[in-house]
């Protein structure tokens, strides 16, 4: 009997007892902006601020409407505007290239290795085309960041990390957003806290804070936000920034909160899933795993593996017997762009010279998710699933079956 796998690749667990508690709480009293308190009270925003900054050890936190926002303030707190270029990803998702071409910026993308992170030797060679890396952690990769750090320091580069994918994550010990000038979060669905929307943004930058909690549309409350600097720093600043209103409800902080106390667990139990997940796919002739380094501790919400120098048709053919079999599977080499699958050449908005290393990388990529209503034994099907059929086109591959792509 052939097997096949009937869950949903994008169930996300439901919001945990307590936020939902929290939200009905919040939704009683009826006071969802974060500025609206009655005496003594302190919001769920500003307490999730406070507990954020604490999580990942950052002095500040702010929290904002979506991921893409915390990415485009960030932006606009280290000075980028019109014409500006801003160094990021080849690979990545279309928030990060939209967030560059939502304050006028034009992105100057760099390649990926194999093991799918930003290759540095071609940040190396870019870092005097701009000032400011805007850094992706995609799907959880994560690159020698002390290495990266090196780079950008001796060539005056600012880091912004793209923090996504990696909330829970770390490398060498420190968290994933606390190496650059700033750390951006998403508490999207599918990402690692859901709210349906949101983000978070965290610094250590005093100035780069101020600025990006007036832009968030603090009006000239920004007294009201604990994890802040302090009301001194924003003497001149609060009279310098524009209004970009991006602030996220009590609502949502609410739903968030009781979420960020379970963040270890979840990230664990991912690991579990994504373990079973490569174990099922290692030695897969033709199938490479990405290597993940000691210093690498990730959290695994979604599986990639490359199908290195196979044709176009035989990923292709990869994707749908998987499909038939119910493994919804992404391939970042399609022609087209399709739902949350993207590359930099899908971007017209932003031209970028062909770039054909990191091409060759981009189009033998899969990509999986794993929301955490699957189980061990749902992980060991699909992969039991995609090394039956990988290995089934392999073989036709190596009979001549696929030869042009
Ligand atoms: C989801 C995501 C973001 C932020 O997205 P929002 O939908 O704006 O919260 C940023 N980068 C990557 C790589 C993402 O996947």
Redesign the pocket.
Known sequence: MTERFTGSFTQQEPIPPAGIAAANAVMQHGRLHRYNTVAGEVAETALLEVEFAASVGAQYCLAV???????TTALRACGVGHGDKVLTNAF?????P??IAAVGAFPVFVGVTEDLVIDLDDLAAKLDQARVLLL????GHICDMRKLMQLCDAAGVTVIE????TMGASWDGVPSGRWGRFG?????T??HINSG???LLISDDAEGMARAIMLSGSYMLFERHMAAPPPETFAQIKYETPNISGRMDNLRAAILRPQLQDLKTQCDRWNALYDVVADGLRDVPGLRLPVRPAQESFVASSFQFLLLDWSSRAIADVIARCAARGVELKWFGGAEPTG?TSRYDSWRYAPSAPMPAADRILAGIVDMRLPLTFSVDDCALIARIIKAEVGAVWQNQAAGLHQAS
């Open positions: 409407a979506s991921g893409g926002y915390a990415m990545t998702l279309a928030p990060v939209g967030a992706s952690h995609m799907r793209d923090c996504a994918h951006c979060y998403s508490t999207q599918y990402k929307e949101g983000g949350f």
